[in-house]
T-cell receptor, first 115, second 116 residues
């Protein structure tokens, strides 16, 4: 079974640049989540998709952030005009929204450093 | 609003000691789910266990055991005979019912250091 994969694993960018991250979920999973984790903290929810529909966005997700899941498979998270405060680990998780199977499985994350 | 508190920031033990990681949660939902995840130095969150709010049975899996008590809103995790490979950050998390998105609310994590 292939797990959740994320690309790139590390990204260093200059303030003001745009960045895009990709997440490939476990193939049969219909839900996909994005979280952000800063140093010393637990992950915080950003947004989630059920198939291709984006069903919820956190207040943490400013207008500079946009996420898509065009065909209900992989997802992308774009950050425009990056700021130093965007430096964090961006985690993707997927799950199968069936009764009694609520576990989310996480990818290795993309570590973003904004200089 | 949902909240998870892991009061222990860091715990250090010597190999073979037993260690308990505390987790206290707050929610107004009657149906909810509790989880523990492990984050080793490599960074990837590893799912350990899920507990449903309507199932208060404790669970044991090898050296791991979990104690769920609704009366005290706690979901504690015990590692018996700890090993160096158990060194990691452990997160407790809470989610609402599936039909409301099932997004996870995490605690701040407990760093466990097991020394040989």
């Amino acid at each position: 079974d292939t797990g959740v994969s994320q690309d790139p694993r590390h990204k260093i960018t200059k303030r003001g640049q745009n960045v895009t991250f990709r997440c490939d979920p476990i193939s049969e999973h219909n839900r996909l989540y994005w979280y952000r984790q800063t140093l010393g903290q637990g992950p915080e929810f950003l947004t989630y998709f059920q198939n291709e529909a984006q069903l919820e966005k956190s207040r943490l997700l400013s207008d500079r952030f946009s996420a898509e899941r065009p065909k209900g498979s992989f997802s992308t998270l774009e950050i425009q005009r990056t700021e130093q405060g965007d430096s964090a680990m961006y985690l993707c998780a997927s799950s199968l929204s069936q009764r009694f199977t609520y576990e989310q499985y996480f990818g290795p994350g993309t570590r973003l450093t904004v200089t | 609003a949902q909240k998870v508190t892991q009061a222990q920031t860091e715990i250090s033990v010597v190999e073979k000691e037993d260690v308990t990681l505390d987790c206290v949660y707050e929610t107004r939902d009657t149906t909810y789910y509790l989880f523990w995840y492990k984050q080793p130095p490599s960074g990837e969150l590893v799912f350990l266990i899920r507990r449903n709010s309507f199932d208060e049975q404790n669970e044991i899996s090898g050296r791991y055991s979990w104690n769920f008590q609704k009366s005290t809103s706690s979901f504690n995790f015990t590692i018996t005979a700890s090993q160096v490979v158990d060194s990691a950050v452990y997160f407790c998390a809470l989610s609402e019912a599936l039909e409301y998105g099932n997004k996870l609310v995490f605690g701040a994590g407990t760093i466990l250091r097991v020394k040989s």
